[in-house]
């Protein structure tokens, strides 16, 4: 398994209430499966992503991911992992403006102190189908330009497993259907990806998902 | 993370607040600029001193009153305890003397037709421009025959002369020095320096007519003395001091109600004195070097808040703690050393300013140079590491769902 966890929690103290995002979540994944997670809006699935894309650390609970416990390693190591075994594609883009959209490509690879980063960002776009807007900003693109900036973000360290929330979202039916056919491609090249969605279409076109209700998994 | 892609995006962002950037960077820019200014004109007054002191030989040694069981510097002309008869005892009674001119000098108004001007008129001996290494260019010195004759002879320094308006070709004329009427005789060659430490703005008169006729003092300012070649100092030294005391009955050379001093001694008080008017003036460039240090702080704060969606995503895509940390430090060192740079050449523009429109002589030092950039990077790291130290901190998923 890629991915497994086991009884995760994560509370939120909002004043006098406490709000149980994650209640006991236990999941497995196997590497090279397409995952969807619906569920209504608050039902903790971003916080499950989070957590999974070790962003976050949970009050309770393990989760090992490629057989390691990372739930409670310190926050450099956990960033060393986000940047080499995880790709973030977010529904709001989360591209670094006054920068090209090579420059945000190369970004994960400096990070991993990578060589030869320009070249590999180059490939990158051109896979998601950019080659001739590299040079770009974020701001001078559409929406389903950006998106797929991201995407080429995501791969670029070569990552085992990809993490998109709601990566359709903000875009129309035509340019979401780009993306997923995209993300379609990159699974069946062996990567493991988890998309969260409110969109039965996509969750359809997924192997298997997983459905949240009030911080739990129903099915 | 590269180095140079740090710098690049450091300095993007910059650019991208330009108005901004200037503004947090303009504390530091006044700073340095005024620490080099500052220090240009310590440095200059320092080397200038140590010009004429350097033009006067090395076997000077001046003798100055103090108030007795007072130790240290003293500006000497209030105390009235050296006397002609010293000045002709140390002829007389000791060995290796070269040469000895009492000197009885005050400021004083000279004034030639309807020009003006002040200058520290000295009452000395003949032997004064001996002494001193100085040179007349025109006409000559005055006589010793003026000297014992009371005459109203003076020699003007090559500043004063030109102050009042007088050459080579007016020698002869006379000249009013507190209303008292002085036959010009000659003018001395310049000596070089400038301001307060220069000998051209003098005017020399026989220190007879100078303490009786003028400033009415039956006391001397200083005794200033020319050792032979080759003589032993020290040893002249003290035999001015054994004799001063057998005059003046000291018994205890703690009482001494005079000091002897040689070259290195007022080389000393001059580094002393130009040290402290440094440091105060440093100082108080110092500080508006940390009153910028502040401005970019506060930026640096507010630059911090605006990113803090870009650190979540950084932070999502594997930047560790230690990345913001020393992006954002490189940040607000790259705009402290622009400022420092830019202050720099601000200071030493105004260096040149102050030099070339004021009696100040002014000498910019590579070395003050780096310490007010080295002191600008220095601000530049502290007070940018509480913001960067911050925006370190920030949890990711915060940031990322920051509005
Ligand atoms: N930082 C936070 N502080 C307090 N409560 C939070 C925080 N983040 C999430 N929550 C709460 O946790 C619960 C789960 O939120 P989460 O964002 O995971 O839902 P979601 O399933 O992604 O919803 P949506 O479909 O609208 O994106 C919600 O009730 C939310 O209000
Ligand atoms: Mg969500």
Redesign the interface.
Known sequence: MLITTENLVKKYTMGESEIRALDGVSVSIAEGEMTAVVGASGSGKSTLM?ML?C??RPDSGEYFLNGENVSRLP??RL??I???YIG?I?QSF??????SALENVE??M????KKDARGVAERALEIVGLAGRMRHEPGKMSGGERQRVAVA?ALV?DPALILADEPTGNLDSKTGEEIMSLLESLNAQGRTIVIVTHDADIAARCGRSIRMKDGRVVS | ??FL?IIK?AL??LV?NKLRSFLAMLGIIIGVGSVIAMLSIGAGAQKDIMNRISMMGTNLLSIRPMQSAERGVSTGSSRQNLTLEDAEAIVERVDSIDAVSPVASSNAQLKYFNKNTRASVIGCAVTYPYIGNFEVEHGRFFRESEEESMARVVVLGSETASELGISGKQLGERIQIRGISFEVVGIMKEKGGAGRFSQDDSALVPYSVAMRILFGMDYLSNIDVRAVDGADLTEVETDIATLLRSRHKISDPENDDFRVFNQADIIQTATEVTDTFTMLLGGIAAISLLVGGIGIMNIMLVTVTERT??I????????????ILKQFLIESLIMSGVGGALGAAAGIATSEIISSASTFSTSVSPGSVALALAFSAAVGVFFGYYPAARAARLD??DC?YYE
């Open positions: 989070n894309g962003l976050d926050k450099d960033a060393g986000r940047n080499r973030f977010f989360n591209l670094l403006p006054r920068m970004l994960p400096q990070y991993a102190g973000r360290n | 993370m590269l892609t995006v993007k962002s991208a969606k870009e979540g995503i950084r932070k999502a895509i594997g930047a560790r703690d230690r990345d990711p998923i990322l």
